[in-house]
Structures are given as C-alpha cells and as structure tokens.
C-alpha cells in the first residue's frame, strides 16, 4: 500500500475515519473509539481511463460505505479480525483483483504507554 507508482492498476482510499466499539477491553466495547482506515484496491482501470464511465471502473462510494458498515458494524475482538472483515467484504463485493487494508486504532488504551496508533496491515488475492 505504498504511494510509489507500480505496473499494478490500483484506487486508493486513506484516511477514512469512522467510530466502532473494536477490542478486548470491556471498557473499549462500551466507550468506543475512532478508527482509520486506509484502503487500497488493484483491479484494471484501463478500460475506465478508456471509457470514462463508471460502470467500467468500481465506486469510491460504494467502497467506502461497505468499510464503514464493517467498521461500524459487529465489534471485534482484534484489529485483524476488523481488517478481515474488510477485505472479505470487499473481494465479496467489487470486481477486485486484491485488496490491501491497514486499521490504525489512533492511542491505544495500553495503560503507561505513548503510542500514536496501532496499526495492522494485510493484503488479500482474489480466490
């Protein structure tokens, strides 16, 4: 998921800020906490570039709102299982060659700790 350019056609998605009750802690299930998340997805987007219409490509919207309801939806216990849960969604949903997400739970809860985010990343093929 890095911004340097690849033969890899690919929409990219970042910073998408939602809040969900994720975590192990019953204090996290209860208060909650924001997440961002960062998103990437690798299809062809010659035909789009082409065409010039949707249909050819897949939504940012559409995408987006399918995270969101994961993110907003059924707690978790573990980031990873968040980041899963996204990337299922995703490869169920959109005519996708792979997804890569990354979750950033922003100051983790970690009694004694300065941290800025805890993050997990994963990519995902198709099949």
């Known amino acids: 998921m890095s911004s340097e350019f690849s033969r890899d056609d690919r929409i990219v998605l ?3 800020r939602f809040y969900g009750f994720h975590g192990v802690n019953p204090e996290e299930r209860v208060l909650g906490q924001e997440y961002v998340v960062d998103l990437t997805v690798e ?4 035909p789009a570039g082409e065409s010039d219409r949707l249909e050819d ?5 559409h995408i ?13 216990n573990l980031l990873e299982a968040a980041a899963q849960a996204v990337a299922d969604r995703v490869l169920a949903e959109f005519s996708v060659d792979s997804v890569g997400v990354r979750v950033k739970k922003p100051h983790p809860p970690i009694r004694g700790s300065v941290i800025e985010n805890a993050t997990v990343e994963i990519y995902r093929n198709r099949g």
């Open 14 to 16: 970042e910073g998408m």
């Open 43 to 46: 299809m062809d987007l010659g």
């Open 57 to 61: 490509t897949v939504s940012y919207a």
């Open 64 to 76: 987006y709102r399918a995270v969101k309801d994961v993110m907003e939806g059924e707690p978790k």
